[in-house]
């Protein structure tokens, strides 16, 4: 089993930053790509940020120069710092990890609980 605890969420007012985590914990043997998702109440769930193994990023457009992904493998955690933040930033942001469980060498993708972020104008 695998699990994934998010943190790091809040309110925060149009122009300030946040920083969420993802902590991967469980019987795992390796991590390969960690995303993050946001969802916006009745949208759907849009990529954000993905970073492999070796670090190499990846970003959606509307967050490009505003946030960074980052990741610590030694601690199977990824993280989201997030500033200049805007109104339109508010949503559920979740991680996406995909992990190769000990004894398998196959992948499978897990997903955090999802973490709230409210940007204030």
């Known amino acids: 089993q695998v699990q994934l605890v998010e943190s790091g969420g809040g309110l925060v007012q149009a122009g300030g930053s946040l920083r969420l985590s993802c902590a991967a914990s469980?019987?795992?043997?390796?991590?390969?790509?960690m995303d993050w998702y946001r969802q916006a109440p009745g949208k759907q769930r849009d990529f954000v940020a993905r970073?492999?193994?070796?670090?190499?990023?990846n970003y959606a457009d509307f967050v490009k120069g505003r946030f960074t992904i980052s990741r610590d493998n030694a601690k199977n955690t990824v993280f989201l710092q997030m500033n200049s933040l805007k109104p339109e930033d508010t949503a559920v942001y979740y991680c996406?990890?995909?992990?190769?469980?000990?004894?398998?060498?196959?992948?499978?993708?897990?997903w955090g609980q999802g973490t709230q972020v409210t940007v204030s104008s």
């Open positions: 996406n990890v995909d992990v190769v469980p000990v004894g398998t060498t196959y992948s499978y993708s897990y």
């Open positions: 469980g019987s795992i043997f390796s991590i390969n790509a």
């Open positions: 970073i492999t193994r070796s670090g190499t990023t």
